[in-house]
Structure formats: structure tokens, C-alpha cells
């Protein structure tokens, strides 16, 4: 009788087993990314970790743009949102895909670290790892997503139709879909959403722009958003070399002077866990961002607008030299360190919106790990930022409020109120993204409006007082950096 | 005896176990059980494979001979996703689309599905073009390659009609033709007792299950083909009808469907004039040294399998549904194909003559050993109508690498161009009207200046031209079939641009005409 008894609950335990095989291998199976072509291709396509918990799966967010269309900007699926995709890649530039039990996307560290630039509107664009991305609102991907999330055609019905229309999903996977996977990406969406409500009492990031820490405030320190604004502009990533060996601040505000907790804590805020962080891949972007060189000013020859006049930019040097290089220049003596908010009177929010306490809880976040943060500190001014690659950088300040060098020059007063975010046509003459131009195609492009709280084009005055000459020579000189 | 079981007793000393013991009857009654268990199990899965096996079996239609294949086989695109869902593509499930042009008779032009331009030959239950196959319990049809690349020639109005497979459908509306599959999909008369008694008249039969499918899924009021369409509608409506330049026969606006269809754009929220694209559909012989060249009119892919690929979704297959051998046989026999010859009489001296100005005014860019064949010529520079290039953007492109995602087909090579590719001239006497958008009648007007090119024509008549090398193109109509009215002054007809060749002496002309008929 014993002996039946068992039997029962063996032929009970290999069920249990294989379905927990199966499980196992259709939900949680982690197979290592394939991704050759070097470390450049690792920053565009690589994983920092984040599938696992920020992923989505790759089927569903395939077809969440042909289910839900009139939650994007405009027609054009993804790349609507501004996000960069090269030639002949499934994905944009940014998006990792990872299988993990099933395949799943999620960001790294390119998708806010990547320029796009046209040289004239006829162009196709280039594409610069490690600048600035100056094209990606990440706020309209996030609105996107919980739009979707929030609409009720978000369930299994709908979602298995349009996948069907791309691959054949075999029985087994769609009951996983159905049942387990669909819901989970809903529930998980719906989460992220609650996690960023406090974004709609902001004014709008636009493209290029993100608020950098209050997502990690709310969604990993247990604190609140608290009504503050930190909107501030992406930055480049590249030189890490020099900034490291001068012991430079990191952020805007400076919050932190460690390369490696700089690192980690981007990719834990993109949505890797602590226990996903993959740390030889990400020591190895860190590697090759030291010594990644900015892009070259697009030099032409012949008359082009494009053309550097040298001998203008030589007597430029001279003016930079003595305006600006003490605090911008890699050998400056104050380049890599805080300057006061009364100091440089630029707008003040994203200041405010970090804080002794938050650094203090994000410190503590970590500990027990081998590498638990303890250089994270609130600061009550802004970076002395190197000017490296400048040209590709704008629009200028910490908050993007000027959107060109030429207006850098002007007295606040005298700096435009208004105009565009996110197209990538550059002006070589006012040197900077061409920001009077709407919309293109059909794509309307971010309209800036200084007057908003937390995107003020005050301060910074150096260098405004320049005679005429000076101010053309100067900004010929910046060029080349 | 047999034990049976144990029961159990519970007492205060413990449980208590004791044998039960089988009676006779008991024994007779368990096997009994045990037989019907196993009888019942067996029924249910060979009803359960029987059900499978049904709404599996996908087998469609072949023929031995690779022309046929082309003009009748299946490339995938026949209707519907799945069992539950079995309307999708373009047309509607066999039997349906056999009923359409005797129910919607007023959405038609008088003539039927010939008068939109589809091609009847003898002794085949369907036009060219239109594919067929069993599947998901169904007879199915589908658009394949042949709807949009085959046309006919006549030598006089009197003569009979010579089918070309490969040459651009230089006849067919396919506005027309899709503008009626979608409104009599949605049309009340299309009902399940219309197509039951079409298909009696006709002698067909509509099996048991597909009839239960028909009735059931499909036809009616909200069920599935006038969901379907409905839907189509709202995604492509705007370009089947008036506020987008007419296409008219022998034209296609290849990338605007696609947008809507493949990615469900709005196309109300795209620039207006990004909707007029409207071309002439390309001959599709000899693929094999067009390999590499820049393909599509503004030359935005390299790869011929990828535009074929492209193409097929076109058609209506999707990266499931696509049916990769059949294609693959079409692909091989376009690889090779060579164009038909000039069937007309030929001044071989004259023609000899014609090639040394041939060979100066067009081979560089023409010749398949021409130095710039195949490459992208600058917008500015061709001059010819900019609204075709301007259909394909460059926010389309990069949504295309998403599609055969995640498999070998996966789409890599289309790019965004800023002109027009050089196109050999191979076969070219059956390529008329010229241009990309057809908006040159014949090769004569081709070499006459932009200003001097007709400004209305007619397109649609195959009633060859042998002097002027081209369709007939002054013929309104022919009895009751209407041919359709050019106008070069609508946005996207402009016959302006490629000003090469012109200032030829009249004999010239004449002689690079003869030589070009032999191409």
C-alpha cells in the first residue's frame, strides 16, 4: 500500500518537475548575449543588466507601437520618439535584448548617450556614441508605455493577434504569453508608471532631457520626488580618462566623484539590480569611454559653411584662454569642480532636487556589496564642465536653456525665450542644433520654454561682454574642442 | 479472491486496516471501467487528431509549370492569421471572392474584375494573379507577384491579347481593385445565403466545416470579413480615394499600404503630399544582373531577395504566413528570365544605326556594363518628379529593419535615397509608359523636351504603338472599358526631368527608336 501511495507522488513530482523545467526554461533561463564588433558595439547593443527586472519582452514591445499608435508623438513607431537606429539593426541604438526564460529589451547606457547629427536636411544622420541624445524624449517612451499599459486593449487577445502577424508563437509559449507573461508586463508597466507619476507635475523634459535622480529617489530610496525639478540635459560620456585623472566631479551637480559608483549607479538607475550588474562589462565600457574621443568638428573645405577658418580660430584660442579656460579647459584650475549657484547664478532646481539625505540613503543602498557607494554628496552649486567635443553638445548649460554658443555670448536678457528641442540639423554659424525649425515631416519638435520652472537661461554671463570680433574668433576657436 | 482496496477505520486505539475483497461482479464492473477509460480516451484523440488534421492540412495549389506557378501559385498571402481569426490579407476566403463581383456588380465597372484590369485567361476559374489554397479548413486566395507583373499586347485593336508574364500590369487599376474588395467585404449584401447560392449556380461546393466556418466566423454583419475590412478601410481608405493623385492603371503607391498595413500608421498624420507616391509597377526579368544595383525607383535597396521579400508583404503575406519555397521558385525563374523580344517587325539596318547613339546618349547609365547603371542619381540633377522619392522617408526606412524579426529574412538593407536609380533598359518596348511615374506615353516623347511631352494621355490600352514605341495612348475607351485620364499638371505626374537625348536629329531618332525595340 505504501509502495502505491509513493508511486503517486513520484508520477506527482515528475510532473511537478517537468513543468518546472519548463518554466524554469521559458521564464527565468539566462543565455548569455552575442554581440560581436568590439566594445562600441557592446555600449550600442549590450546589456548593463536591466532586462531582468526593467525588461520587457521583445515580442510585446514589437507590437505595442502597431496596437497603440496614437500614444506615440506621431507616426513612425519607436524612432518617433527620437530614438537613433542604425542601418539594417531591429533594434535603436540603446536597447539591449537579452533572453532571459523569454527574450526581453531594456536599455543601456547609449540610449541617453549617443548624438545624432545632418549636417542639411537631405542628409542621413550620423550617429556618435557617447555624446549627448540630443533627438531621445524618454518621457514620451515612458507615456508611451504607460498609456498602452493603462488601455484596456493591453491583454492577451489583442497582443497574441498582432504577434501573430510577426512569428509564430508555438502553444506552449502562447498559454506562457497568455496567462503568466502578458499580465506581468502589464502589472510591471503599470508599476514603472506609478513609479514616475510625479514626473506630470513637471514641467516636460523634451528631447535630450531627463530628470536623472528623482527617478532613483522614488523608485529606489523609498523618499519623494517632493515637488522638485532635477530636468537637466544628458551628457556626454566620452574623455573619461582626463576627467578621472583630474580628479573631476561627475554630473552637473557634482554629486559624485567616483567613476565606478558613477558607472553603477547609471545602470542601476536605467534598471539594472544590484545583483544583475554585470561587472566585467560594464569595467570594460568604463575602459573604452576613458579614452573615446569626442567627434570631430565636421571641417569642410572650399567655402563650405562648414569650413574652420583657422587663422579666426587661432585669435579665438587667445580669448578662450583668457575667458574661459580656468574653469573649462583640462588644464584649468578650476575645470572638474563646483561653482557656487550664487557664483554662476544659472537656474537653481536641479540643486534642490538632490539632498544630504538622499545621498546618504543611496550610500546605503548598497552596502554589504563589495563595491557599496560612499562617495555620493549633495553639493550647492554646478560643475566646471570640460568643453571637449563642444560643439555637439548643445543646447548649453546644465538644463539645456540656450540653445547655441553664439547665444551662450548673449546677456541673459538678451538669450531667446523660446525655440525647438530635438532636431538634429546643425547650425555651424550659431554652432549648435538648429532650434527655429518646428517640426519636420510631420514630427513636431520640443518647444523650450525658459519661462518654466526649472528651465531658466539666467547666469553663466562670462564672456558676454566681448566686443564683436571677439565673440565670432571665440566661438570659431570652440570648434575644434 | 482479488483485493480490491483497503478500507480504513479510525478508533481509539488507531486506524485500523482491513482488506476489501472483489466480488465477481465487481471484478466484471472494473474491467468494464478499465475498457471504457481506454476506449473513450481513444476516441477522444482521434477526434481530437481528426480536428487537428482538418484545420492543419495546408496544402496549395501547384503547377508543374514554372509561368503557371507564377501567374496561379501561392506565395503565402492567402487570408487569416489563424483558426479563430481566418479573414486577413487582402481577399477574402475563395468562395466570398467568387461571390463579390455579382453581389457588389455596382462597385465594379461594367465588366467586372476585367474592367479594374485583372486578366482572364482561358479555361481557369480565377483571374491572373489570384492564388489559392487549402487551409485552416478553407479554401483561401491571395494576391501573388503575377497581379502586379503581367500584362497584355495586342498588335491592333482586332487582334488577340499576348500574355506577358513579368511585364508591369500596365492595365490594372489597383486602386480600383482593392477600393472593391473592401467595400463589398463590407457591403450588406454580402451574406452568407449570397455566396451559398453563387456557388450552387456555378456547380462549387462549399464543404460541411466550411460552411459552419462561413456562417459562423465570416459572413454577416460585425463577423469577421466586414471587421476586416472595416479595418482595412480606416488604415488605407484615404489613399484608395479622392484626396490622393488617382494611381490609374499600371501604377502603385507602393510605400504609403505599407506604412499603414505593416506598422498601422495614421496616415492622416503624415504631410499630405508624402501620400501621393503613385509609380508604375517595374518589369521583373533579369534579376540576376541587377543584383547590387540599387532597386525600387528611388533606389533605396540593394538586395534583390529583400525586395523581393518586401514586395511579397506587398502582396499581403506576413513573416508567418509567407510561403519561402514557392517564392524561391518564382525567384529563380525571374533570376534568369530574359525579356521578351520585340514581336513586331524590325528595320534591322535602321536598328544597327540606332546602337552607336545608343551607346553615346544612354549606355553609360542604361547599359548593364554602364558605368553608372544601377546608381542614384541627385533629385536636382534627373529633374523628374520628386513625390515618389519623397513617399519613402527616411523615419519609414528604419521601421522596415524590424521586419522577418529574428530570423535570417530580417530586413538590413533599405536605405533612404535623395534621387533616382539608373534602371537598365532591358525589355524596355513593354515598359511604357516611361519615367518612374509613367508620365511619358512613349519613348518618341521621352527624347521630345519636358515642355513639348504630352500633357494629358490616356494609360491602360494595350494596343502597342510600333511607331512611336509605346501603348496606344489617345483611346479614352474601348467599347465600355475606360482607360484612365493622365493629367501631368496633378502633383505627382510631372513628366518634367531627364532632358537627355534631346536635340537628336529626326533620323536619329528614328534609328535609336529601331535599336531600342531590340533591348
Not at chain 1, 587667445?318 to 583640462?330: K, L, N, R
Not at chain 2, 471501467?33 to 477522444?44: E, G, H
Not at chain 2, 503630399?273 to 525600387?296: C, K, T, V, Y
Request: net charge negative; hydrophobic share 35%; glycine share 10%.
Amino acid at each position: 500500500m505504501g509502495n502505491r501511495l509513493s508511486k503517486k507522488w513520484l508520477a506527482a513530482l515528475i510532473v511537478v518537475a517537468i513543468i518546472g523545467v519548463f518554466a524554469w526554461n521559458r521564464l527565468l533561463r539566462e543565455v548569455p548575449q552575442q554581440i560581436t564588433g568590439g566594445t562600441e558595439e557592446y555600449f550600442k547593443y549590450g546589456s548593463i543588466g536591466t532586462e531582468a527586472e526593467a525588461g520587457i519582452p521583445y515580442w510585446i514591445w514589437l507590437v505595442l507601437p502597431r496596437i497603440f499608435p496614437e500614444y506615440l508623438p506621431g507616426p513612425g513607431g519607436y524612432p518617433s520618439v527620437g530614438f537613433m537606429v542604425e542601418r539594417g539593426e531591429a533594434l535603436p541604438i540603446g536597447f539591449s535584448r537579452k533572453v532571459i526564460g523569454f527574450e526581453r529589451v531594456a536599455f543601456n547606457c547609449a540610449v541617453c548617450h549617443t548624438s545624432s547629427v545632418r549636417l542639411n536636411p537631405e542628409e542621413l544622420p550620423t550617429f556618435y556614441p557617447g555624446g549627448t541624445a540630443n533627438t531621445m524624449d524618454s518621457q514620451a517612451y515612458l507615456r508611451f508605455l504607460r498609456q498602452a499599459a493603462e488601455d484596456e486593449r493591453f491583454r492577451a487577445k489583442e497582443i497574441l493577434d498582432a504577434i501573430q502577424q510577426v512569428t509564430d508563437l508555438s502553444l506552449p509559449d502562447r498559454l506562457l504569453y497568455r496567462f503568466v507573461i502578458i499580465p506581468a508586463t502589464r502589472r510591471g508597466l503599470l508599476e514603472q508608471a506609478a513609479n514616475y507619476a510625479w514626473m506630470e507635475d513637471n514641467p516636460d523634459w523634451g528631447p535630450g532631457r531627463i530628470d536623472p535622480f528623482n527617478p532613483v529617489k522614488v523608485a529606489l530610496l523609498d523618499l519623494e520626488a517632493g515637488g522638485t525639478i532635477g530636468n537637466s540635459d544628458m551628457q556626454p560620456i566620452w574623455n573619461l580618462g582626463p576627467r578621472v585623472r583630474g580628479g573631476h566631479v561627475f554630473h552637473t551637480d557634482g554629486l559624485n566623484d567616483d567613476i565606478r559608483e558613477v558607472v553603477l549607479s547609471s545602470a542601476l538607475g536605467d534598471g539594472a539590480t544590484p545583483k544583475s550588474l554585470p561587472m566585467t562589462e560594464l569595467e570594460e565600457i568604463e575602459l573604452w569611454l576613458m579614452d573615446l574621443e569626442p567627434p570631430a568638428f565636421p571641417n569642410k573645405e572650399n567655402g563650405s559653411e562648414f569650413e574652420i577658418d583657422e587663422d579666426l580660430a587661432a585669435q579665438g584660442r587667445a580669448v578662450f584662454e583668457a575667458e574661459c579656460s580656468t574653469c573649462h579647459a583640462f588644464d584649468g584650475e578650476r575645470v572638474g569642480t563646483i561653482i557656487t549657484q550664487s557664483e554662476v547664478g544659472t537656474d537653481p532646481h536641479r540643486i534642490e532636487m538632490w539632498s544630504q539625505e538622499a545621498a546618504a540613503a543611496y550610500n546605503a543602498y548598497t552596502e554589504g556589496y563589495p563595491w557599496e557607494f560612499e562617495s555620493f554628496v549633495w553639493n550647492d552649486g554646478y560643475q566646471a564642465v570640460p568643453l571637449d567635443g563642444i560643439w555637439i553638445r548643445s543646447p548649453y548649460l546644465h538644463n539645456g536653456s540656450v540653445p547655441n554658443l553664439r547665444a551662450m555670448l548673449q546677456p541673459p536678457a538678451r538669450r531667446p525665450d523660446k525655440f525647438y528641442r530635438g532636431y538634429d540639423v546643425f547650425d555651424p554659424n550659431d554652432v549648435g542644433f538648429v532650434s527655429d525649425v518646428a517640426e519636420e515631416r510631420g514630427r513636431a519638435f520640443f518647444e523650450y520654454d525658459t519661462s518654466l520652472p526649472g528651465n531658466d537661461n539666467g547666469g553663466h554671463e562670462y564672456g558676454t561682454d566681448l566686443g564683436a570680433d571677439d565673440k565670432d574668433a571665440l566661438v570659431e576657436y570652440m570648434k575644434t574642442l | 479472491m482479488k483485493i480490491g482496496g483497503t478500507a480504513r477505520t479510525r478508533t481509539a486505539a488507531g486506524v485500523l486496516e482491513d482488506n476489501v475483497y472483489m466480488s465477481p461482479v465487481d471484478e466484471y464492473q472494473a474491467r468494464y471501467r478499465r475498457r471504457a477509460t481506454v476506449l473513450s480516451v481513444f476516441c477522444l484523440l482521434a477526434l481530437f487528431a481528426l480536428v487537428y488534421g482538418y484545420f492543419n492540412f495546408d496544402r496549395p495549389e501547384d503547377f508543374d509549370d514554372v509561368v503557371e506557378q507564377f501567374k496561379y501559385g501561392s506565395i503565402g498571402s492567402e487570408t487569416g492569421g489563424s483558426v479563430l481569426y481566418p479573414a486577413g490579407g487582402y481577399v477574402p476566403p475563395y468562395w466570398i471572392f467568387m461571390t463579390m463581383p455579382e453581389v457588389c456588380s455596382d462597385l465594379l465597372p461594367p465588366g467586372g474584375l476585367e474592367a479594374v484590369g485583372l486578366i482572364m485567361e482561358e479555361g481557369r476559374d480565377r483571374p491572373i494573379g489570384i492564388s489559392r489554397r487549402r487551409r485552416l479548413g478553407m479554401d483561401e486566395v491571395g494576391l501573388n507577384c503575377a497581379v502586379c507583373h503581367t500584362g497584355t499586347v495586342r498588335e491592333t485593336d482586332d487582334s488577340e491579347p499576348v500574355v506577358y508574364a513579368g511585364m508591369p500590369a500596365n492595365q490594372l487599376d489597383m486602386q480600383a481593385l482593392i477600393a472593391f474588395l473592401l467595400a463589398c467585404g463590407q457591403d450588406e449584401r454580402l451574406t452568407y445565403d449570397a455566396v451559398r447560392r453563387h456557388t450552387r449556380e456555378n456547380d462549387g461546393r462549399i464543404g460541411f466545416v466550411e460552411r459552419l466556418i462561413y456562417r459562423a466566423q465570416l459572413l454577416g454583419p460585425g463577423k469577421q470579413v466586414d471587421q476586416r475590412s472595416v479595418a482595412m478601410t480606416e488604415q488605407i481608405g484615404m489613399i484608395l480615394g479622392d484626396e490622393v493623385t488617382p494611381w490609374g492603371r499600371g501604377r502603385v503607391d507602393t510605400f504609403n499600404p505599407y506604412k499603414a498595413l505593416q506598422f498601422n500608421w495614421n496616415l492622416s498624420k503624415l504631410p499630405h503630399d508624402e501620400l501621393l507616391g503613385a509609380s508604375d509597377f517595374p518589369s521583373i526579368w533579369n534579376q540576376a544582373p541587377r543584383e547590387g544595383m540599387h532597386l525600387h525607383w528611388d533606389g533605396n535597396n540593394e538586395s534583390v531577395d529583400e525586395r523581393n521579400l518586401s514586395a511579397s508583404l506587398g502582396a499581403g503575406v506576413t513573416p508567418v504566413s509567407i510561403d519561402h519555397p514557392r517564392l524561391d521558385r518564382v525567384k529563380d525563374w525571374i533570376w534568369e528570365l530574359p525579356p521578351p523580344e520585340y514581336p513586331f517587325a524590325i528595320d534591322d539596318a535602321l536598328a544597327a544605326r540606332g546602337e552607336p547613339i545608343y551607346e553615346r546618349q544612354c549606355a553609360s547609365c542604361h547599359a548593364f556594363d554602364g558605368a553608372d547603371v544601377g546608381t542614384v542619381v541627385d533629385i536636382d540633377d534627373i529633374g523628374t518628379d520628386p513625390f515618389r522619392l519623397n513617399s519613402y522617408t527616411y523615419l519609414f526606412s528604419v521601421n522596415q529593419y524590424a521586419l522577418y524579426p529574428n530570423s535570417e529574412y530580417q530586413f538590413k538593407h533599405f536605405k533612404k535615397t535623395n534621387g533616382y536609380a539608373n534602371q537598365p533598359l532591358d525589355g524596355i518596348w513593354l515598359r511604357a509608359p516611361y519615367l518612374h511615374n509613367g508620365s511619358v506615353p512613349t519613348l518618341r516623347a521621352l527624347l521630345d523636351p519636358p515642355a513639348e511631352r504630352p500633357t494629358t494621355f490616356f494609360r491602360g490600352y494595350d494596343v502597342y504603338d510600333q511607331a512611336d514605341v509605346g501603348f496606344v495612348h489617345d483611346e479614352p475607351s474601348e467599347g465600355e472599358l475606360k482607360f484612365s485620364e493622365y493629367d501631368t499638371a496633378l502633383p505627382g505626374n510631372g513628366n518634367g526631368g531627364h532632358e537627355y537625348g534631346l536635340g537628336l536629329s529626326e533620323d536619329d531618332i528614328e534609328a535609336l527608336l529601331e535599336y531600342m525595340k531590340t533591348l
